[in-house]
């Protein structure tokens, strides 16, 4: 979906919340069928592997949706966790309103577009996380998130690009002598 309008179109019971720093919106093992569009704040997916060990898979800021979509297209528990990282505002919608929405060819198009950008994302996140230097990981991340250096802890910007935080501070170490 390009635009708020177009969810609250699609879902009439879509519905605005303000949660708080902290508040976790979805929890591993849930079945759920609700996505998010953030209106204002900061939310990210995140999943905790078995030594505890937090895996960040993605932030989301104004305009962005953030879901579980495997979970909700597959019918199965959730492995994302999403919160809050600052106090938000954010639209609740159920996924499923775009299966039952009679959509014209336009706005068809469009979200195919949308879904293509969005997995051509994370087509090159995958093949950065395999291929591509923790500098060039960071580099790609600012492009990406522009303004979440200064919103986000440097250990979860860290947790996003599997390195550790001594590494990333040393990254940034660098680039700052650089300039």
């Not at 879509?14 to 939310?43: M, P, R, W, Y």
């Amino acid at each position: 979906m390009d635009t708020l309008k177009e969810i609250l179109t699609l879902d009439s019971n879509a519905k605005t919340v303000h949660f708080k720093k902290g508040k976790i919106l979805q929890s591993a093992g849930a079945n759920t069928d609700v996505s998010f569009f953030v209106k204002e704040g900061l939310l990210r997916s995140y999943t905790i592997d078995e030594k505890g060990k937090e895996h960040i898979f993605m932030f989301a800021s104004k305009g962005w949706l953030i879901a579980d979509i495997e979970s909700q297209e597959f019918h199965q528990p959730a492995e994302l966790f999403i919160d809050c990282l600052e106090d938000s505002e954010v639209v609740v919608f159920d996924k499923r309103c775009f299966k039952i929405a009679n959509l014209t060819t336009d706005q068809l198009q469009r979200n195919t577009h949308l879904l293509s950008r969005r997995i051509a994302v994370l087509q090159r996140r995958v093949l950065m996380l395999m291929s591509a230097s923790a500098r060039e990981r960071y580099e790609q991340f600012l492009i990406s998130y522009p303004d979440l250096p200064n919103r986000v802890p440097q250990r979860m910007i860290a947790s996003y690009l599997g390195v550790t935080p001594q590494a990333l501070s040393t990254i940034r170490g660098i680039q700052a002598r650089k300039k």
